[in-house]
């Protein structure tokens, strides 16, 4: 990866997109002179944005979203601590005027994995874990026109994630084999889709994610969860109204979303 921006603008970038969390606003597109152009651009932007979180004391990441990367794109993006739940009601954006969701599997570590020269191998990164979640990610855009946006200034921004909401514990045992599900969504309608992993099995991209971080000197530490891809797109469901997901035979998940 190569940078094409300056630490200067990387800096006036994050500032920006910083800004927009706090307030908890949706705004168009950066300046031109800011749009990151690269890989390099859009993931220096984003942790500039961990780093002013982390030294204002307003956040910290308690995981991250992840997928594996193909030729020209790269999903890892961090989840700040404040937007992991467990509890319903569970707060959340509306995004024209409904909450979306994606379901997923979340991992959560157990162990810290410092980042180090060498390889972590898939057997360590399974050591460090301690659960996994039947999961939803909690999706709103904060562009004003987000198909107009470019996929790099999403990457900056943290790709759509406002949250993600840990439902049932399921074992680690389970989740490895997880490559299909078919999920039935309810609420004031019922909704019946069949499920796949993105990346066949939801620890593949997680395997990944662990030695892409640790070759940037980013920790993985005890506590952070990680979700990996959504086995059924986006969902959407009512706000402040209790639905259901079940997910196959491995549970349900039951919640209200509140606005």
């Not at 859009?42 to 992840?66: L, Y």
């Not at 026109?145 to 921004?157: C, F, G, Q």
């Not at 000197?217 to 986006?234: E, F, L």
């Amino acid at each position: 990866m190569q940078y094409s921006q300056g630490p200067v603008q990387i800096a006036q970038a994050a500032d920006a997109l910083l800004t927009r969390r706090i307030n908890n606003t949706i705004t168009a597109r950066l300046a031109p002179a800011l749009r990151p152009q690269t890989l390099q651009d859009a993931f220096a932007i984003q942790q500039a944005v961990v780093d002013r979180m982390a030294d204002k004391q307003i956040d910290s990441v308690g995981g991250w979203k992840c997928a594996l990367p193909d030729a020209d794109k790269l999903i890892a993006s961090p989840i700040f601590a404040s937007t992991v739940f467990n509890q319903s009601p569970c707060p959340v954006k509306l995004d024209n005027g409904v909450c979306k969701i994606e379901p997923e599997i979340a991992f959560r570590f157990e162990q810290d994995l410092p980042a180090r020269a060498e390889h972590y191998s898939d057997q360590q990164i399974v050591a460090a874990l301690g659960n996994a979640y039947l999961a939803l990610e909690l999706i709103q855009s904060r562009y004003l026109a987000p198909d107009e946006v470019s996929y790099l200034e999403h990457l900056a921004d943290g790709l759509f994630n406002q949250g993600v909401f840990l439902g049932p514990e399921i074992s680690l045992e389970q989740a490895f084999v997880a490559s299909e599900i078919n999920f039935t969504l309810q609420q004031s309608f019922s909704e019946e889709r069949a499920g796949k992993h993105p990346h066949q099995f939801p620890q593949r991209p997680l395997f990944w994610l662990v030695n892409f971080l640790r070759q940037r000197g980013i920790d993985v530490k005890a506590g952070q969860v990680v979700i990996t891809g959504s086995y059924a797109g986006v969902m959407e469901v009512q706000p402040n109204v209790e639905f259901s997901l079940q997910y196959g035979e491995l549970g349900r998940v039951v919640a209200i979303l509140l606005d």
